[in-house]
T-cell receptor
Framework: GQQLNQSPQSMFIQEGEDVSMNCTSSSIFNTWLWYKQDPGEGPVLLIALYKAGELTSNGRLTAQFGITRKDSFLNISASIPSDVGIYFCAGQKSSGAGSYQLTFGKGTKLSVIP | DTAVSQTPKYLVTQMGNDKSIKCEQNLGHDTMYWYKQDSKKFLKIMFSYNNKELIINETVPNRFSPKSPDKAHLNLHINSLELGDSAVYFC??????????FGEGSRLTVL
């Protein structure tokens, strides 16, 4: 099946630092999405990107849809302790009939040291 | 109000048993999904239903049988549970976009 390469696998940073993570794929996707998962919870959507080259911000988060449609990155500025969690990228192709199959990256586990 | 709710949150059972996980969404979405998250946190789609019709059925043992009585509900029944079935199972829903809303997960432990 399709695979997304997400890196880094884990990060330890000091509070206040900026964070960057990315995903690459051998396949083209129509949409890139970034999710965050807190312990014991389900993934929550952070940012959705729909056009190649699109750059979108959500507070301290910024994500971009790569121009080749095969990659995306997520930046977090001025990290705070509540940014701790696992961040997942996901690429999406429509499966038709209103169903959207997401392929997830393996996640980036972020730890923030106060 | 919880948008996508799953029950039970935790399930511990013996090998060979049959168990079910229920999911309900109150978002009015047409499409619902089941995902499996393994111990390494990898999320993999299992099934997708659109308006009660099965759309995606990934390579999943036929011991797993989804049922969608209406578009707000998607249940997962698992027969003859095996040790490798231990995982967190997530229900999700979406409408017209790839933006999925996930439930809190159901942690299944098979002993």
């Amino acid at each position: 099946g399709q695979q997304l390469n997400q890196s880094p696998q884990s990060m330890f940073i000091q509070e206040g630092e900026d964070v960057s993570m990315n995903c690459t794929s051998s396949s083209i996707f129509n949409t890139w999405l970034w999710y965050k998962q807190d312990p014991g919870e389900g993934p929550v959507l952070l940012i959705a990107l729909y056009k190649a080259g699109e750059l979108t911000s959500n507070g301290r988060l910024t994500a971009q849809f790569g121009i080749t449609r095969k990659d995306s990155f997520l930046n977090i500025s001025a990290s705070i302790p509540s940014d701790v969690g696992i961040y997942f990228c996901a690429g999406q192709k429509s499966s038709g009939a209103g169903s959207y199959q997401l392929t997830f990256g393996k996640g980036t586990k972020l730890s923030v040291i106060p | 109000d919880t948008a996508v709710s799953q029950t039970p949150k935790y399930l511990v059972t013996q090998m060979g048993n049959d168990k079910s996980i229920k999911c309900e969404q109150n978002l009015g979405h047409d499409t619902m999904y089941w995902y499996k998250q393994d111990s390494k946190k990898f999320l993999k789609i299992m099934f997708s239903y659109n308006n009660k019709e099965l759309i995606i059925n990934e390579t999943v043992p036929n011991r797993f049988s989804p049922k969608s009585p209406d578009k707000a509900h998607l249940n997962l029944h698992i027969n003859s549970l095996e040790l490798g079935d231990s995982a967190v199972y997530f229900c999700a829903s979406s409408q017209h976009t790839g933006e999925l809303f996930f439930g809190e997960g159901s942690r299944l432990t098979v002993l």
